[in-house]
């Protein structure tokens, strides 16, 4: 990563970004506000390790954008933002906390400037307790707790991945299909259940070995070394842990038929979803497929309160809207990326 923080700000199309450190931890702290043209930018807040603040900066933008068009493309009144706290390792205990009392008295500074919830590396617990300190947790005013996506965004994936199957195979019956579920947190985790219950051989791989055997042992799943992830053979490759894992390097390797996941960023270019096109591979948009976290949070906003009601809501939306992108990509002879991105740019109105 050659970009300096001042390039990445003169760079973005974004709204602007407000930057704070925490010295008692070692950690930078990034909200990346992209667009306001729908409503209040709201996005997860990402806890992670980065080579240098210009990678997490850099990282809280490509987030932040994805999150605009996730809003605009599910047809919600919210807009791009995004937060990373890069801290230097693993953080846990009073350290935790006082890191996420910091960035609780930051957000009250944006004044609701900012709505922000649950992302990689952050926990249902870590939004409950940033919740006593600021309002800007979306999905706090339902109750004690803060709403948890990851099982709402795991349904999403799972209908998302019967969609694809069905466009790819013409049935999306998941019985005695392969799915490999890379990353088994909040979201891979449930999805890697829901998959195995509904029939599919599951094969899972985590950077965290004991996590990976956990959850394996929990669906009667394989796991997969992380090392041969890529050259698995399987029917959908399901990213679910970091980006960027779809690129001009693992593309030649992939042995899947379709590339569905929870995961933000999955391409690292954009140009990588034509080289998907040109192995036959069908990709299910991120930020379509994973929407169904911020899809439940908006629908509680809304009004629907109960649960199975909002999980079955997500469901049908997601899978019709990957239906018509699907179909509209091949109607057009364009990438399904391409597709996804002309209905997020309608909503816009940037057509
Ligand atoms: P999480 O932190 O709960 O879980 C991530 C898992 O991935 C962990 O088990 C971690 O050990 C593993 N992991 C990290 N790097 C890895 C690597 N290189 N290879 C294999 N495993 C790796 O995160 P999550 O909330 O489950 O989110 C997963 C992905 O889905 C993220 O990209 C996130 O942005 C995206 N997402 C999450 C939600 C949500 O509702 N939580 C919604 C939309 C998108």
């Not at 930018?41 to 603040?53: E, M, V």
């Not at 985790?189 to 998959?195: D, Q």
């Not at 994973?290 to 909002?310: I, W």
């Not at 997601?318 to 509209?328: H, Y």
Request: glycine letters at 14%.
């Amino acid at each position: 990563m050659s970009s300096t923080i001042e390039s990445l700000i003169e760079e973005w199309d974004g709204l602007g970004v407000v930057t704070s450190y925490h010295r008692e931890t070692d950690t930078w702290i990034f909200v990346a506000l992209h667009d306001a043209t729908l409503g209040r930018p709201t996005g997860g807040c990402r806890l992670k390790s980065y080579g240098s603040p210009a990678s997490a900066l850099h990282d809280a933008m490509r987030l932040a954008e994805g999150m605009t068009f996730k809003w605009a493309a599910m047809g919600f009144e919210y807009g791009g933002g995004k937060s990373v706290l890069a801290v230097p390792g693993p953080i846990d205990g009073t350290a935790r906390r006082a890191l996420f009392r910091h960035f609780g008295k930051l957000l009250n500074r944006l004044d609701g400037a900012y709505g922000v919830g649950e992302d990689l590396g952050t926990t249902p617990e870590d939004m409950a307790f940033l919740a006593t300190i600021t309002s800007a947790v979306a999905g706090s005013g339902h109750g004690s707790h803060p709403v948890d996506p990851g099982p709402f965004t795991a349904a999403g994936v799972h209908a998302g991945i019967v969609a694809s199957l069905s466009h790819a195979y013409g049935t999306g019956d998941l019985t005695g299909r392969s799915v490999l579920v890379q990353g088994v947190g909040d979201v891979g985790g449930p999805l890697a259940v829901l998959l195995a219950r509904s029939g599919a051989g599951v094969l899972v791989s985590d950077v965290d070995a004991d996590r990976a055997s956990a959850v394996a042992r929990e669906c009667g799943g394989t796991v997969v070394d992380p090392r041969h992830v890529y050259d698995a053979e399987c029917d959908v490759y399901a990213p679910c842990a970091v980006g960027a894992t779809v690129s001009r390097r693992t593309i030649p390797e992939l042995r899947c038929r379709i590339v569905a996941g929870s995961a933000n960023n999955q391409l690292e270019r954009p140009e990588d979803a034509d080289l998907l096109v040109e192995r036959g591979i069908l990709y299910a948009p991120d930020y379509v497929i994973n929407g169904g976290g911020a899809m439940a949070f908006g629908l509680m906003e809304r009004g629907t309160r109960d649960s199975a009601e909002v999980t079955n809501e997500v469901r049908r939306r997601i899978a019709g809207s990957l239906d018509g992108i699907f179909r509209e990509a091949e109607a057009l002879s364009i990438s399904p990326a391409v597709a996804a991105h002309r209905v997020a740019a309608k909503a816009l109105g940037r057509t």
